[in-house]
């Protein structure tokens, strides 16, 4: 019971460090959910706030609108006149229509100032506006365009310079044309940047930035009055990452801000709201410095309890540690198991357990060494078989006494190449031009041996350089040869194309021959089969081969029709698997 009770102190020492830590996590997450739900409040709030803002500066929108359309209403027979008589009579004419506007809007604290430019030589501003601003406006790209686009109204952000002092407004243009679309003049109304401003500093803190953009993202009103009228945002862009009407926590340069944005369908204006997060996290500054200092204590208590809790734990498992080494060194032999603790020593036993499983591994690999070594020496035996050789020999023989002796010598030099090629190396891996070439001297010695024409083609792109089995084309090539054409006389077109596929390199033997029946393929893999004019041996070796390499999922795979010719599609790694490297 000693035992136990030795481990019961250290698992409450343990206990009490997860307590720490928890309460420390507990502490976190309270303080983080304090703080997603103020941020949460926050976005509510200022998204109440923002439509508020909107549905004021909507109204602002509206009076400008209202008193373009008001004026082009009441006097739109003289706009349209190639000729004003009398100037100072119109202009008399509408100042009387505005004064009542003026009266109300002075109610309101907004003054609002109009300018109307004709083609016919009429020009008319009211008060806020004068000769200056009217030349300036003339000489606008906006101005000119107008000639030329087919709108009917537009908004721009102006700088007028009156009395050595540089005003901002936010215009709208009533676009006068006849009915004809022929462009006659314009009728503006404008309103002063800084009534827009006043509305929403007054509900925004002075270091949030707050803005309205037009449709096309520049700043008609900024809180930084150096960006008004600046191209701030492309405006579709802007939408598909935040929103038309949102609030978000997103990273500015290098500060966190949450940007509350509103969009007012009718303007087609978007006001925009950054508040930075550092704000928020003010209040909870003393919170977070307690929580620090808690933390720092936290995490000196810990290691103090590490520290013991090491030092009981240390000499059993430097021990085990020490027999771990001694078995990585002594042919992975059992360790002695450790009894202190039955938790060490489960760990121990466990671990005799995985060196018995590595010894069994390491038993069945060389096993499977040893029976692909067997693979490799068969199909080596197998590839000059005495009935082939003895053939080969009797036809040049033959030649030789029909004095046919350059025939003669080129089948000697062919068998030659194949005799050689099993036997000049004992690399079971070589690159795909050796296949080849055997291939080659292969057809060689057919073509002068059956008098048959055979045609091979191999896909030029195929990267000759890579790595394959030895000895995995020639008896698919041999099988498309004697099994794929009844007579001699058709002659036999092979190709032979290879590609990548991810870590699979894939290699495509297709000939036009009489193709087989699905039965025949299914009898070419089946062990208890009778025997078959193809060369299954072959065929069921190379199969054997790559899977035993690369693994199961790799081999050979057969697809034919009976007239169509048949695909031989053998499929290899880029690399062989683990422990078949050769």
């Known amino acids: 019971m000693k035992k136990i009770k030795k481990m019961q102190k250290i698992i409450f020492r343990g206990i009490a460090f997860m307590n720490i830590f ?3 996590v507990i502490f976190l997450t309270i303080i983080s959910i304090l703080f997603n739900n103020t941020t949460t409040m926050l976005k509510e709030s200022r998204m109440k706030v923002l439509r508020q ?11 400008a609108v209202y008193s373009s359309n008001s004026i082009y209403d009441q006097f739109s027979d003289y706009f349209t006149d190639d000729i004003i008589n009398n100037h100072q009579s119109l202009s008399a004419e509408i100042e009387d229509s505005m004064s009542s506007t003026n009266m109300l809007l002075k109610d309101i604290q907004m003054d609002l100032d109009v300018m109307i430019i004709l083609n016919n030589g009429y020009v008319y501003y009211s008060e806020g506006e004068s000769e200056s601003s009217v030349n300036s406006l003339k000489t606008s790209f906006w101005y000119m365009d107008n000639y030329s686009n087919d709108e009917s109204e537009a908004w721009l952000v102006r700088f007028d310079n009156i009395d050595n002092i540089v005003k901002m407004k936010v215009s709208y243009g009533k676009i006068i044309r006849d009915e004809n679309g022929v462009y006659l003049g314009v009728i503006i109304s404008s309103i002063s940047e800084k009534t827009f401003n006043e509305i929403y500093t007054s509900v925004s803190e002075e270091r949030n930035n707050i803005f309205i953009l037009d449709s096309t993202g520049k700043a008609i ?25 949102s609030s978000t926590l997103v990273k500015k340069n290098t500060a966190h801000v949450i940007q509350t944005n509103v969009y007012d369908e009718a303007t087609g204006w978007t006001i925009v709201e950054e508040m930075d997060v550092r704000n928020i996290m003010e209040s ?16 000196g208590v810990a290691l103090l309890n590490s520290a013991i809790i090491s030092k009981r734990l240390s000499n059993p498992l430097r021990n085990m540690k020490n027999d771990m080494v001694s078995s990585s060194e002594n042919s992975f032999a059992p360790i002695e198991l450790q009894t202190n603790y039955d938790e060490i020593f489960i760990l121990g036993k466990i671990f005799n357990q995985n060196i018995d499983r590595m010894n069994d591994l390491i038993k069945r690999i060389k096993k499977e060494e040893r029976q692909k070594r067997k693979f490799e020496l068969d199909f080596l035996q197998a590839q000059i078989n005495p009935h082939f050789l003895h053939n080969t020999l009797f036809s040049i023989k033959c030649l030789v006494e029909m004095q046919c002796y350059n025939r003669a010598g080129e089948m000697l030099h062919s068998l030659t190449k194949l005799i050689k090629y099993p036997i000049n190396t004992e690399k079971l891996w070589v690159p795909f031009y050796d296949e080849i070439d055997y291939i080659y001297s292969y057809i060689e010695l057919m073509r002068n041996r059956y008098e048959f024409p055979i045609f091979i083609n191999v896909d030029d792109t195929i990267d000759m350089t890579t790595l394959i089995p030895r000895f995995i084309l020639q ?4 099988n498309s040869i004697f099994h794929g054409y009844d007579s001699k006389t058709k002659a036999a077109q092979i190709n032979i194309t ?7 390199f894939i290699i495509r033997v297709s000939d036009d021959g009489k193709g087989m029946a699905q039965t025949d393929i299914d009898r070419l893999w089946d062990n208890n ?32 029709e009976l007239g169509k010719g048949t695909d031989v599609i053998i499929t290899i790694g880029k690399r062989a698997r683990e422990g078949n490297d050769e």
């Open 22 to 24: 928890a309460f420390i």
């Open 53 to 63: 803002v909107s549905e004021r500066i909507r109204i602002i929108n509206n009076i």
């Open 221 to 245: 009103s900024h809180s930084r009055s150096s960006l008004v009228g600046t191209d701030i945002y492309y405006m579709p862009t802007f939408f598909s990452t935040y929103g038309k009407t």
């Open 284 to 299: 909870y500054a003393n919170l977070l410095y307690f929580g620090i200092a808690l933390l720092i204590f936290s995490i």
């Open 475 to 478: 008896p698919i090539v041999e």
């Open 498 to 504: 290879a590609y990548e596929m991810g870590e699979k």
């Open 529 to 560: 089969a009778s025997p078959s004019a193809i060369n299954r041996i072959g065929l069921k070796n190379i199969n054997a081969r790559i899977k035993l390499i690369y693994g199961k999922e790799y081999g050979i795979n057969i697809l034919s």
